[in-house]
């Protein structure tokens, strides 16, 4: 229904940026949020940073003042931008899709963030 294609992982310095995307393709409706997940090797996966399709949005207490999401409705695509990035912040990131008022989740196959010098 869904299909999520994310981009733009990579190796980066410490304090460094690099921004993410996913572009999102298929039937999609509204009163949706749309979400960054991470994984570290041994780890579980957690929430990053939401937002909603009324760009409501909510970050992990670890990202806020670091890291800024933001969608482009006409593009069909949300973005992860990420600034003084951390070795802490190295994982794998995944894209997530999900409706509010009716089943139906989604995620993207990830792409690999590594922060080291």
């Known amino acids: 229904q869904v299909q999520l294609v994310e981009s733009g992982g990579g190796l980066v310095q410490p304090g460094g940026s690099l921004r993410l995307s996913c572009a999102a393709s298929g039937r999609i409706f509204s009163d949706n949020v749309m979400a960054w997940y991470r994984q570290a090797p041994g780890k579980q996966r957690e929430s990053v940073a939401t937002?909603?399709?009324?760009?409501?949005?909510n970050y992990a207490d670890s990202v806020k003042g670091r890291f800024t999401i933001s969608r482009d409705n006409a593009k069909n695509t949300v973005y992860l931008q990420m600034n003084s990035l951390k070795p802490e912040d190295t994982a794998v990131y995944y894209c997530?899709?999900?409706?509010?008022?009716?089943?139906?989740?989604?995620w993207g196959q990830g792409t690999q963030v590594t922060v080291s010098s």
């Open positions: 937002i909603t399709s009324g760009d409501t949005t």
């Open positions: 997530n899709f999900r409706y509010v008022l009716v089943w139906g989740e989604y």
